[in-house]
């Protein structure tokens, strides 16, 4: 493709040479022929060192560029765009059931549904018209997934799990799970025990909401585990049992919420948070990276980090206000050195 034409599509403006462009790489690693793009100036030397010969840059950019430039409002959301025009299509489901698949005599299958190799669908499951259920995926007694929703191969949807529509679940999620939930003390002998409690609730999976690979979602002990619409998880998160996201939220790799918890409308829990059990984070509140909440956020403050999580006012002053101390009475005891030297 030209990049004149790929200006067309992207809304942007050319300047340059009208060379060819046949896929997308990031800024070090591109090659002629590629298409990269950088929005910030702080990247200038990337810039000036890359081999791609298209970059995407800001209207603003004045730092210059070795090779051709196409000017748009948003780098970043054109090169993902452009990066849809080269990638290759995805793997087309047809309908119908593999033979190797599994799925019980009462199960409601809707209008062209795929059921993948090795796949397990048992009684009393229902699944949405135009859903992809790929290979070697576990689907429990009574479970329902909704129309044009994607799981990928090897996620387990425990008895009972909800899922809505068009919801895309990556490799080797585990929905329903049992959440930590035990009973211990001493008997009167003095000898310690521990036993289980039942977790008899469900997890229940609003529409268009994406998990990433590897998350496990707990069934709640009783009632239900709630995800809410359009909330997005990445790799690796653990939801306790009976949280409830509220919906169009974030959570991001290794991040944990412990259960009983209740996240607000549009949140953000940054990767390998940690949120303690039985609290509430309010609407649009952001918990920073490695951060640990102990309690529950009302909203006054919209960014926390640290551990126990304060705002970032608060974390300055207690961390980076101490560091510059120091260096300003290193700075006095050199200005005292050189005065007294004199």
Not at 44 to 57: G, N
Not at 198 to 215: A, R
Request: include cysteine; glycine fraction near 14%; charged fraction near 25%.
């Amino acid at each position: 493709m030209k990049a004149s034409e790929l200006a067309k599509l992207l809304g942007g403006t050319l300047e340059g040479e009208d060379v060819e462009v046949k896929s997308c790489g990031g800024l070090e690693e591109a090659r002629p022929g590629d298409l990269s793009f950088c929005k910030d100036p702080k990247h200038i030397k990337l810039v000036e060192s890359t081999k791609a010969s298209v970059v995407l840059l800001p209207p603003e950019w004045d730092k210059g560029a070795p090779c051709t430039v196409i000017r748009v409002v948003d780098p970043n959301h054109a090169c993902m765009t452009a990066a849809k025009m080269f990638a290759p299509p995805e793997p087309v489901r047809a309908p119908g059931v593999h033979p190797s698949a599994v799925v019980d005599s009462s199960v409601k299958l809707g209008k062209n549904v795929h059921v993948g190799p090795f796949t397990v669908i048992e009684k009393g499951a229902e699944i949405g018209d135009g859903a992809v259920i790929e290979a070697q995926v576990f689907v429990g007694e009574g479970c329902k997934v909704g129309a044009k929703t994607h799981i990928y191969p090897q996620v387990t949807l425990r008895e009972g799990t909800i899922v809505g529509s068009e919801c895309i679940i990556h490799c080797g999620v585990r929905l329903g799970g049992d959440g930590y939930g035990f009973n211990n003390g001493r008997r009167e002998d003095g000898s310690v025990y521990i036993e289980k409690i039942p977790q008899l609730g469900i997890v229940e999976i609003g529409d268009g909401v994406e998990i990433g690979s590897n998350t496990t979602i707990d069934r709640a002990r009783i009632g239900r585990t709630y995800i809410g619409p359009m909330t997005k998880i990445d790799n690796l998160v653990q939801i306790g049992h009976n949280v409830k996201v509220k919906g169009y939220s974030g959570l991001i790799a290794q991040s944990g919420i412990a259960g009983s918890t209740e996240i607000g409308y549009g949140c953000l829990i940054w990767a390998q948070a940690g949120v303690s059990g039985h609290i509430k984070i309010a609407d649009g509140v952001q918990v920073g990276p490695q951060a640990g909440v102990p309690q529950s956020l009302d909203g006054s403050v919209r960014y926390v980090i640290g551990t126990p999580a304060e705002s970032m006012k608060d974390f300055g002053g207690r961390v980076l206000v101490p560091k510059m101390l120091a260096k300003l009475k290193g700075e006095v005891k050199e200005l005292k050195a050189k005065v007294a030297a004199k």
